[in-house]
Nanobody, 125 residues
Framework: QVQLKESGGGVVQAGGSLRLACAAS????????MGWFRQAPGKEREFVAA????????SYTNSVKGQFTISRDNAKNTVYLQMNSLKPEDTAVYSC??????????????????WGQGTQVTVSS
């Protein structure tokens, strides 16, 4: 089992940047594919980005390609989401998620088992 805790959210003006971090407990972080999701007020949770166990493969939803970057540091049990050129429509609660994966290179966009509580990102216009 893995426990996840996000940090780095806050209020930023449009065009600004934030870096979210998700710290995982346990000694098997490298066994999990990781993802970031977000939920805006009144909307369903949506996939944002995912990264494979070894960090080589990544995937993004179309709306954040070229704007957000997901990365991970397995030595620190942490996954990051660098968010640049933020827009008001990026306002949401951002949550990280973990899924045990037998593949070191596969990215997962569905079926996550473990979730953090989320961190609020608010982008003002």
């Amino acid at each position: 089992q893995v426990q996840l805790k996000e940090s780095g959210g806050g209020v930023v003006q449009a065009g600004g940047s934030l870096r979210l971090a998700c710290a995982a407990s346990g000694r098997t972080f490298s066994s999990y594919a990781m993802g970031w999701f977000r939920q805006a007020p009144g909307k369903e949770r949506e996939f944002v980005a995912a990264i494979s166990r070894n960090g080589v493969s990544t995937s993004y939803t179309n709306s954040v390609k070229g704007q957000f970057t997901i990365s991970r540091d397995n030595a620190k049990n942490t996954v990051y989401l660098q968010m640049n050129s933020l827009k008001p429509e990026d306002t949401a609660v951002y949550s990280c998620a973990a899924k045990f994966s037998p593949s070191t290179i596969a990215v997962e966009t569905l079926g996550y088992n473990y979730w953090g509580q989320g961190t609020q990102v608010t982008v003002s216009s």
